[in-house]
């Protein structure tokens, strides 16, 4: 696999290999401190859902409250507006007050010499 | 094997263990140490399973590597969403030296990391399997998830990068 001209490659990865083996934790040192960080992660998990929850619950208050600010904003009875333009004189006729109002029929009301 | 052998199969590879999670870390101590821990962890409560496919010492690395993968996609994720750490926890691996490892002077295991750091991360695993940690090119290809062709390329050319780049860097 290794040909004899990479010899001085796998020198200088055993020369590397010793010195990470120096450097390195002991097996059980390895296991303890995962077991040890194991061990805080439901802590770090409960948090992680509080923060969720804060801020869903925040959420839910903000967009309730906005909607009722929005529909304060849109409540307009238009039925008890009447808005008058500025040129409705305009297509008042002359004599309107007669052709809206019933006229009197009657001895009283009738003028025999117009008749 | 039983699985109450397992602790002690893994103390024997502890040592080439730690030097593969080193790899996969760019040579960052402590993400090397929190990914072999975290690799630990799995092959001890089961979650991931020696099924006897290949040897015991393939599947191992094969974690490890899968682990460096996933730390590496929670630091990325951590970086982008600061909630997430609450979730992730706190360790990250940047992909630099730490400090202790970017003191190492100017010795010939310095010049070889340099030297490695310049390659792929395709190029290096292989190179890191087969020379450091004694595996074949089929044993690599398996354990970094490649087909036996591509490892084969990878190991050729980045052995003739490495070469290239050891006689190009400073005594």
Same mark, same amino acid.
């Given at each position: 696999?290794?040909?004899?001209?990479?010899?001085?490659?796998? *020198? #200088?990865?055993?020369?590397? %290999? +010793?010195?990470? !083996?120096? @450097?390195?934790?002991?097996?059980? /040192?390895?296991? $303890?401190?995962?077991?040890?960080? *194991? #061990?805080?992660?439901?802590? %770090? +998990?409960?948090? !992680?859902? @509080?923060?969720?929850?804060?801020? /869903?619950?925040? $959420?839910?208050?903000?967009?309730?409250?906005?909607?009722?600010?929005?529909?304060?904003?849109?409540?307009?009875?238009?039925?008890?507006?009447?808005?008058?333009?500025?040129?409705?004189?305009?297509?008042?006729?002359?004599?309107?007050?007669?052709?809206?109002?019933?006229?009197?029929?009657?001895?009283?009301?009738?003028?025999?010499?117009?008749? | 094997?039983?699985?109450?052998?397992?602790?002690?199969?893994?103390?024997?590879?502890?040592?080439?263990?730690?030097?593969?999670?080193?790899?996969?870390?760019?040579?960052?101590?402590?993400?090397?140490?929190?990914?072999?821990?975290?690799?630990?962890?799995?092959?001890?409560?089961?979650?991931?399973?020696?099924?006897?496919?290949?040897?015991?010492?393939?599947?191992?690395?094969?974690?490890?590597?899968?682990?460096?993968?996933?730390?590496?996609?929670?630091?990325?994720?951590?970086?982008?969403?600061?909630?997430?750490?609450?979730?992730?926890?706190?360790?990250?691996?940047?992909?630099?030296?730490?400090?202790?490892?970017?003191?190492?002077?100017?010795?010939?295991?310095?010049?070889?990391?340099?030297?490695?750091?310049?390659?792929?991360?395709?190029?290096?695993?292989?190179?890191?399997?087969?020379?450091?940690?004694?595996?074949?090119?089929?044993?690599?290809?398996?354990?970094?998830?490649?087909?036996?062709?591509?490892?084969?390329?990878?190991?050729?050319?980045?052995?003739?990068?490495?070469?290239?780049?050891?006689?190009?860097?400073?005594?």
């Amino acid at each position: 696999m290794i040909e004899r001209d990479d010899q001085h490659l796998k *020198r #200088a990865f055993a020369a590397l %290999r +010793r010195k990470d !083996a120096a @450097a390195s934790q002991s097996f059980q /040192a390895t296991v $303890a401190a995962a077991r040890a960080r *194991r #061990a805080g992660v439901p802590r %770090r +998990r409960a948090l !992680a859902l @509080a923060a969720v929850v804060v801020v /869903a619950v925040i $959420a839910v208050v903000v967009a309730s409250t906005w909607r009722v600010q929005k529909n304060d904003r849109l409540v307009i009875d238009l039925a008890t507006v009447r808005w008058q333009a500025p040129t409705d004189f305009l297509l008042k006729l002359p004599g309107v007050e007669l052709l809206r109002s019933v006229p009197q029929l009657g001895p009283r009301g009738l003028d025999r010499r117009i008749l | 094997m039983s699985p109450s052998d397992l602790p002690a199969e893994l103390e024997q590879l502890h040592a080439a263990a730690f030097g593969w999670a080193l790899s996969c870390c760019a040579w960052d101590r402590s993400a090397a140490e929190d990914v072999l821990q975290a690799s630990y962890l799995k092959l001890l409560d089961g979650r991931a399973r020696f099924d006897g496919r290949s040897s015991l010492r393939t599947f191992v690395f094969g974690v490890i590597a899968r682990t460096a993968r996933e730390v590496r996609r929670r630091a990325a994720l951590r970086r982008w969403l600061p909630l997430a750490s609450l979730l992730l926890g706190p360790e990250a691996v940047d992909g630099r030296p730490d400090p202790a490892t970017a003191l190492v002077g100017a010795d010939e295991t310095a010049r070889l990391m340099r030297a490695l750091g310049r390659l792929s991360a395709r190029q290096r695993q292989v190179l890191h399997l087969v020379f450091y940690e004694d595996l074949t090119i089929a044993e690599a290809a398996a354990v970094a998830g490649v087909s036996l062709g591509t490892a084969r390329t990878h190991y050729e050319r980045g052995k003739a990068a490495l070469k290239r780049l050891l006689e190009e860097e400073p005594e």
